[in-house]
């Protein structure tokens, strides 16, 4: 039989819980949480609009709800967000920035990573910090930016795409986002130098 004082501390746990959760659906900061092997439990309603405002509506939460994270981080990446998620375990919350730019805004976020430990669940929140239009935008060119392959190497972070004929220029090309997902577009990823020197490390604890 549990006691008195187990059921008040298991209620309390999910209060808590409940509380998170009906912060986030009135929220305007594209949340989710996932559990304890990463896949995607809750996704707010900021998600859905962000999905369909960048042409991604068949990423809405309905669709992909029990779906790993990972599957829509680009491989490059794994190593460093698989350390957040380990340091926001031995620190409770992780905060690192990011790059997530469209076609037609720069855009700068603040990724936090919140772990409950009584439910082994974490809560990860997006706010926008800084966003303005894109300054002389790049557009588009075979010649310039795809490869002997048929890819276009862009950027995991920063979305910049190498150029073939000068390879150490990255170019932000705004055409390329548009393109993205799409049959016409094939699209590898890396690191240009700049984010690789901010990327090719571990997070620390």
């Given at each position: 039989?549990?006691?008195?004082?187990?059921?008040?501390?298991?209620n309390?746990?999910?209060s808590?819980?409940?509380?998170?959760?009906?912060a986030?659906?009135?929220?305007?900061t594209?949340s989710y949480?996932?559990?304890?092997?990463?896949?995607l439990?809750?996704c707010?309603p900021?998600?859905?609009?962000f999905?369909?405002?960048n042409g991604?509506p068949?990423?809405?939460?309905?669709?992909?709800i029990?779906?790993?994270?990972?599957?829509?981080?680009?491989?490059?990446?794994?190593?460093?967000?698989?350390?957040?998620?380990?340091?926001?375990?031995s620190?409770?919350?992780?905060?690192?920035?990011?790059?997530?730019?469209?076609?037609?805004?720069?855009r700068?976020y603040?990724?936090?990573?919140?772990?409950?430990p009584?439910?082994d669940?974490f809560?990860?929140?997006?706010?926008?910090?800084?966003?303005?239009?894109?300054?002389?935008?790049?557009?588009?060119?075979?010649?310039?930016?795809?490869q002997?392959?048929?890819?276009?190497?862009?950027?995991?972070?920063?979305r910049?795409?190498?150029?073939?004929?000068v390879?150490?220029q990255?170019?932000?090309?705004?055409?390329?986002?548009e393109?993205?997902?799409?049959?016409?577009?094939?699209v590898?990823?890396?690191?240009?130098?700049?984010?690789?020197?901010?990327?090719?490390?571990?997070?620390?604890?």
């Open positions: 039989m549990i006691g008195a004082p187990q059921v008040q501390g298991k309390t746990h999910r808590r819980l409940l509380r998170i959760l009906q986030l659906e009135t929220s305007r594209v949480v996932l559990d304890s092997r990463f896949r439990i809750h707010n900021a998600w859905d609009d999905a369909k405002s991604a068949q990423l809405s939460a309905e669709a992909i029990g779906v790993d994270v990972f599957a829509f981080i680009p491989d490059v990446l794994h190593n460093y967000y698989w350390e957040a998620f380990r340091c926001a375990k620190e409770v919350v992780w905060e690192g920035s990011y790059e997530c730019s469209s076609p037609k805004f720069f700068k603040r990724m936090r990573i919140h772990w409950l009584t439910r669940l809560v990860v929140t997006n706010p926008l910090v800084f966003q303005r239009s894109h300054r002389n935008p790049t557009k588009a060119d075979a010649t310039k930016y795809v002997s392959n048929g890819l276009v190497m862009m950027c995991a972070h920063c910049c795409s190498r150029r073939v004929d390879p150490e990255w170019d932000f090309v705004p055409d390329y986002l393109l993205k997902g799409e049959a016409s577009l094939m590898s990823h890396g690191f240009c130098p700049v984010c690789y020197a901010c990327f090719h490390f571990r997070p620390t604890c």
